[in-house]
């Protein structure tokens, strides 16, 4: 069956450093890429997401890049603050989108 | 305000005491799902709904129940609880029935302890 995997399961930066989260897919009708964010106690809300037809998309300190051929995307956090602390999941999709794979979650602690 | 909610937020139940958890969205969408969130294995998909009346499996179904007999509406049913369907629980739902690059909103979750 489809396969999503991500990595690492835990990051632990300093405030101000970057941050990078790998999402790894083995569907090749994937073309729906988001990255959510998942604060303690809270729902998971989308912070970005990318379409197959775009390799890269920034918005403010937040990326998310995209290699197809590879079968991977990434988030990436600039300047961390302590506010981004939180679980970030990818959740990789095709055109129908119905059943769907969550990566497991990487717990991103920024110290201050 | 536009949301998905769910009822109740927290349950206590014992094994074998049919339940349901009820999802409300109020967004018109087309698709609504549930999840389970155990820790250490994310975020599972238990069913989905790409419209009324048309169900299908996730990847964990097995003990639970849906239907989709009204758009904004998708209850959750566990015709007989064991303690490990003990979880939280999500509901989500986006726009776009079949397609449409858009983002799931999820309800507040809820917290589902079998004893």
């Known amino acids: 069956g489809e396969n999503v995997e991500q990595h690492p399961s835990t990051l632990s930066v300093q405030e101000g450093d970057s941050a990078v989260i790998k999402c790894t897919y083995s569907?090749?009708?994937?073309?729906?890429f988001p990255w959510y964010k998942q604060e303690l106690g809270k729902r998971p809300q989308l912070i970005i997401d990318?379409?197959?037809?775009?390799g890269e998309k920034k918005d403010q300190r937040i990326a998310v890049t995209l290699n197809k051929t590879a079968k991977h995307f990434s988030l990436h956090i600039t300047e961390t603050q302590p506010e981004d602390s939180a679980v970030y999941f990818c959740?990789?999709?095709?055109?129908?989108?119905?059943?769907?794979?969550f990566g497991q979650g990487t717990e991103l602690s920024v110290k201050p | 305000e536009a949301q998905v909610t769910q009822n109740p937020r927290y349950l206590i139940t014992v094994t074998g005491k049919k339940l349901t958890v009820t999802c409300s969205q109020n967004?018109?969408?087309?698709?609504m799902s549930w999840y389970r969130q155990d820790p250490g294995l994310g975020l599972r998909q238990i069913y989905y709904?790409?419209?009324?009346?048309?169900?299908d499996k996730g990847d964990v179904p097995e003990g639970y129940k849906v239907s989709r007999k009204e758009k904004r509406n998708f209850p959750l049913i566990l015709e007989s609880p064991s303690p490990n369907q003990t979880s939280l629980y999500f509901c989500?739902?986006?726009?776009?029935?079949?397609?449409?690059?858009?983002?799931?909103?999820f309800g507040p979750g809820t917290r589902l302890t079998v004893l």
């Open positions: 569907d090749s009708a994937s073309n729906y």
């Open positions: 967004m018109n969408h087309e698709y």
């Open positions: 709904s790409m419209n009324v009346e048309v169900t």
């Open positions: 990318i379409r197959s037809n775009v």
């Open positions: 989500a739902s986006r726009w776009g029935g079949t397609g449409g690059y858009n983002e799931q909103f």
């Open positions: 959740a990789p999709r095709d055109n129908q989108g119905g059943k769907l794979i």
